[in-house]
């Protein structure tokens, strides 16, 4: 299964700071994704990550607020922008290589704002 | 709309028994089920993946099952361990081009 590496781990920010994650996959994936966990919920998908065209983001979810860059088919990066302490969550990268293949997950960006 | 369920939301079991957790959708129309695993402050971590032509899938001492009819899915773990204990959660793709629907999970904590 594909390595994923999700940078940074954890931090702890400034009300009003962006902040931007980083997801690194050791291999061309057709797919990826983020999602986001609040403390004690399950995941929420924010958006899919498309190669080379705009990010389709999900109900609630903003571009404004989350922009999401992915300049090739093993990188994609989302940003939190003026966060705010409800943006306390942890952040999660997936991605998957299509054809009914199982989604994978990196370990996460753990983000405390406040 | 995909709603998933899992149930139980905790489970405690002391070390050895053999255990379910399971898994119900409310669209019988799906791509696949996967199961995942998920320790405290981590990602998540593949288990299982069910296609909807499958009725099964099993690794080591894990073994899912898939009844798209009733719309349930169960995780068998056979002779639980300590390292077991972790929160597992139940995700559903409806099609080949959708995204997951997860449930809310089952937290398992296995005493020694």
């Known amino acids: 299964s594909a390595v994923i590496s999700q940078k940074p781990s954890r931090d702890i920010c400034q009300r009003g700071t962006s902040l931007t994650i980083q997801c690194q996959v050791d291999?061309?994936?057709?797919?990826m994704f983020w999602y986001r966990q609040q403390p004690g919920q399950s995941l929420t998908l924010i958006a899919t990550?498309?190669?080379?065209?705009?990010?389709?983001?999900e109900s609630g979810f903003v571009i404004d607020k989350f922009p999401i860059s992915r300049p090739n088919l093993t990188f994609s990066t989302l940003t939190v922008s003026n966060m705010s302490p409800e943006d306390s969550s942890i952040y999660l990268c997936?991605?998957?290589?299509?054809?009914?293949?199982?989604?994978?997950f990196g370990d996460g960006t753990r983000l405390s704002i406040l | 709309k995909q709603e998933v369920t899992q149930i139980p939301a905790a489970l405690s079991v002391p070390e050895g028994e053999n255990l379910v957790l399971n898994c119900s959708f409310t669209?019988?129309?799906?791509?696949?089920l996967q199961w995942f695993r998920q320790d405290p402050g981590k990602g998540l971590t593949s288990l299982l993946l069910?296609?909807?032509?499958?009725r099964e899938q099993t690794s080591g001492r894990l073994n899912a099952s898939l009844d798209k009819s009733s719309g349930r899915s169960t995780l068998y773990i056979a002779a639980s361990q300590p390292g077991d204990s972790a929160t597992y959660l139940c995700?559903?793709?409806?099609?080949?081009?959708?995204?997951?629907?997860f449930g809310k999970g089952t937290m398992l904590l296995v005493s020694p």
């Open positions: 997936s991605v998957e290589a299509g054809g009914g293949q199982p989604q994978h």
């Open positions: 995700a559903v793709k409806n099609s080949g081009y959708s995204t997951l629907t």
């Open positions: 990550a498309n190669q080379g065209s705009e990010a389709t983001y």
């Open positions: 669209d019988s129309a799906i791509y696949n």
């Open positions: 069910i296609q909807s032509s499958q």
């Open positions: 291999s061309q994936v057709t797919m």
